[in-house]
C-alpha cells in the first residue's frame, strides 16, 4: 500500500502543467475541468494550455483514445462539464475584478505577470465593445484570463456578462472539443501522430493571429507617430540669402 502511495505521489509530482497529454493522463477529467476554470477564472493561470488540452481532450474521448493519449475520456462530460467549468471560472474573474478593482492587478513587473498583459485585455475591450470582447478573448491565449476581470473592473453589468459569457464559453470549448473528437474518428490511427501537432499548432496560431495583428499595428502607429514628431520638431533651414 506505501509503495502505491509512493508511486502516485510521484506521478503527480512528475506531471506537466504545459503537455496536455500528461494532465488528461495523470488527472483525467478532473485535470480538464480544473486547468479550464483556473485559466479563465484566476488570471495567474493564463500560462496553462488552455487550446491544445481542449483539442487532446477531444481525442481523448475518441474511439483511437488509449493509442494516443493513454486514457479514455467521456465525451458528453466533456461537451457538458467543460463549458461550464469555463463560465464559471470567467463569472469568477468578473467578480474579482468588480470587487477589488485595479488593485487586484497592483504587482511587480515579473517573468510571469506583465502589466501589458492588463492592457491588451482592456484594449480589446474598449475596441469591440464588452459583448464581442467577452466572446472573441476566449480564442486569444493570455487575453481571456485577464479580460474577465478587466471586465468587473470596468463596471460590466454581470448579467449582461453572463450572457456573453455563456455564450462565449459554450462555443470556444465545444467547438474545439469537436474538432479533436472529429479528427481523431476520421484520420486512421496509423497516422494520426502525423496531424495532431500540425492542428494543434494551427490552433494557436488561429488563437494567436488577431494579437499578433493589433501588435504589428501598434508597432506601425509608434513608428508613423515617432517619424512625425521627428519631423515637426526638426529645426527650420534658414532662408538663403540671394
Not at 505521489?9 to 486547468?35: H, M, Q, R
Not at 476554470?37 to 487532446?56: A, C, M, N, R, Y
Not at 459569457?165 to 473528437?181: C, H, Q, Y
Request: proline share 6%.
Amino acid at each position: 500500500m506505501d509503495h502505491e502511495q509512493t508511486r502516485a505521489s510521484t506521478e503527480i509530482l512528475a506531471v506537466n502543467l504545459l503537455d496536455p497529454k500528461s494532465l488528461i493522463g495523470s488527472f483525467g477529467l478532473v485535470g480538464v475541468y480544473t486547468v479550464i476554470f483556473v485559466e479563465t477564472g484566476l488570471f495567474f493561470g493564463f500560462f496553462l494550455p488552455g487550446d491544445s488540452l481542449l483539442f487532446i481532450a477531444g481525442i481523448a474521448s475518441s474511439s483511437v483514445a488509449e493509442q494516443l493519449v493513454g486514457a479514455k475520456l467521456s465525451f458528453p462530460a466533456l461537451m457538458v462539464g467543460v463549458p461550464i467549468m469555463a463560465i464559471a471560472g470567467a463569472q469568477l474573474g468578473h467578480f474579482l475584478g468588480a470587487k477589488f478593482g485595479r488593485s487586484l492587478f497592483d504587482r511587480p513587473e515579473s517573468r510571469i505577470f506583465k502589466a501589458q498583459y492588463v492592457e491588451k485585455a482592456e484594449h480589446y475591450f474598449n475596441k469591440f465593445g464588452p459583448a464581442k470582447a467577452v466572446v472573441l478573448a476566449r480564442f486569444i491565449p493570455v487575453v481571456r484570463a485577464f479580460l474577465n476581470p478587466v471586465a468587473g473592473i470596468l463596471e460590466m453589468p454581470a448579467k449582461k456578462f453572463l450572457l456573453w459569457n455563456v455564450i462565449g464559453g459554450v462555443v470556444w470549448t465545444d467547438s474545439i472539443l469537436l474538432l479533436g473528437n472529429r479528427t481523431a474518428g476520421v484520420i486512421p490511427p496509423s497516422v494520426i501522430d502525423r496531424y495532431v501537432l500540425p492542428v494543434i499548432a494551427a490552433i494557436v496560431v488561429i488563437s494567436v493571429l488577431p494579437m499578433l495583428i493589433e501588435l504589428v499595428r501598434g508597432i506601425r502607429g509608434r513608428r508613423r507617430a515617432a517619424a512625425e514628431t521627428e519631423s515637426t520638431d526638426a529645426p527650420e533651414e534658414p532662408a538663403t540669402r540671394r
